[in-house]
């Protein structure tokens, strides 16, 4: 297998351990079910990876059915709030993320992608969708005083990340446009988040992933509109194994970390 192919399976495999621990934690009140189903399924996918039975990979998409049906089971009584339908958003990144994973697996070329390109969609929707905007809806239900902000970013960000994903190898005014209001409202909304707690570990969390995500944008708009980046590095794509690895390795996991890790947080 080529360097960036398991560059991408072994990114990929690391959003789908940490997502629904996420999805687990702040959303469906740790349930057992779904914390047996994530250890079955991931353990079907890691199979069906590691012995190229790549239809084995369908399991994700229906552990992440599961997920938003405990979900609306738990929130249906509360479906008129736009606050409430903003926490369903990382759940239908969960979807989008895995429809693209089994569609590049088996190389069914979804909206023309190559196994490459339906990779990098995934692991948009895993980490920015699922995980990043999982932590945006979840501080949208406990930071009651800015409850409005999370919700809002929330939504923009449903937006704004399905412009970079079609835009990836198709309409590039649309990766464009999707990338220059991610470069804001990741970073915002870190530091938002920074500046409101008052737990030093999460303050120290929150810190070290707005650094690296300050520096991981930078990266993204300097090869979006200058390309001075080396195309390749390590014979990896250098936005994959640069600006991916912080932001799927720095940048999400220790935004998360600091909102779980944070005492200040009204659980």
């Not at 008052?198 to 300097?222: D, G, N, T």
């Not at 194994?241 to 909102?259: D, E, Q």
Request: aromatic share 18%; charged share 10%.
């Amino acid at each position: 297998m080529e360097s960036e192919l398991i560059y991408l399976y072994s990114a990929l495999i690391g959003s789908m351990v940490l997502a629904p621990i996420l999805t687990g934690n702040f959303f469906l009140k740790r349930s057992s079910l779904y914390r047996y189903a994530h250890s079955f399924s991931l353990l079907t996918v890691l199979i069906g990876i590691f012995y190229d039975l790549n239809f084995l990979l369908i399991i994700w998409p229906i552990f992440n059915f599961l997920g938003v049906f405990l979900h609306l089971k738990g929130e249906i009584r509360n479906l008129k709030s736009l606050q409430t339908i903003a926490t369903f958003i990382p759940f239908i990144f969960s979807l989008i993320g895995s429809a693209w994973l089994v569609a590049g697996a088996n190389d069914l070329f979804l909206l023309g992608y190559n196994k490459h390109w339906s990779f990098y969609a995934s692991l948009h929707s895993h980490f920015l969708g699922w995980i990043y905007l999982g932590c945006l809806a979840y501080l949208s239900k406990v930071k009651t005083s800015q409850e409005s902000y999370y919700t809002f970013g929330c939504y923009l960000s449903f937006i704004l990340f399905l412009m970079v994903a079609l835009g990836i190898d198709g309409i590039p005014y649309i990766k464009g446009a999707g990338v220059i209001g991610l470069s804001a409202l990741v970073p915002f909304f870190i530091l938002l988040h920074f500046l409101s707690t008052s737990c030093k570990l999460s303050k120290v969390l929150s810190f070290l992933s707005l650094s690296a995500v300050v520096y991981s944008m930078f990266l993204a708009l300097q090869n979006e509109f200058w390309a001075v980046t080396p195309e390749y590095f390590l014979g990896v794509r250098s936005m994959v194994s640069i600006h991916g690895m912080l932001n799927g390795f720095i940048v999400i996991p220790l935004f998360y970390f600091a909102i779980r890790l944070d005492g200040s947080v009204k659980k």
